[in-house]
């Protein structure tokens, strides 16, 4: 019986031993090839891009020129200004004759109504000044002298 065991577990061995080996067999065998696929046609945005690309550059170039155009109007504008104050200016600057004075009449000044200017003394004292008096007497120098609070 035991030979009928031993054979019957040689029997798997060896089918199990087949099996690895087939599977080594066939890890080992080349794929099948594959049919030639063609490849799918693919589309690029760099055109798509550039149209973008060129309608920027083109708005961005009509903005300067445009900007150009009205600083030279502004500088015109400014030109024609300041030739006009310079043509005023010289038509103001222009001397005038003054009448000559008639000489067959003799000049006879009128006396002001106004009255006269009553004269008073300086005073040379410091009014706003605390702290300081000028005194002085006869023909003496003058004498400051501080007060002291």
Not at 22 to 35: G, I, L
Not at 53 to 73: E, G, P
Not at 114 to 142: D, Q
């Amino acid at each position: 019986m035991e030979k009928a065991h031993t054979k019957a577990a040689l029997k798997v061995k060896d089918e199990l031993n087949k099996d690895i080996l087939y599977d080594k067999f066939k890890t080992t065998q080349k794929p099948v090839a594959k049919e030639h696929t063609k490849p799918q046609e693919f589309k690029l945005h760099t055109s798509q891009r550039a149209y973008k690309r060129a309608m920027f550059n083109y708005s961005v170039a009509t903005k300067i020129y445009l900007d150009q155009l009205q600083k030279k109007q502004i500088e015109r504008v400014k030109k024609i200004i300041e030739e006009e104050e310079v043509r005023t200016l010289r038509k103001e600057m222009i001397p005038r004759a003054q009448l000559m004075p008639f000489f067959d009449r003799p000049f006879n000044p009128q006396r002001s109504n106004r009255p006269l200017t009553i004269p008073r003394e300086p005073s040379f004292h410091m009014i706003n000044s605390k702290s300081w008096n000028c005194h002085s007497a006869g023909n003496e120098v003058y004498h400051f002298q501080s007060w002291n609070y």
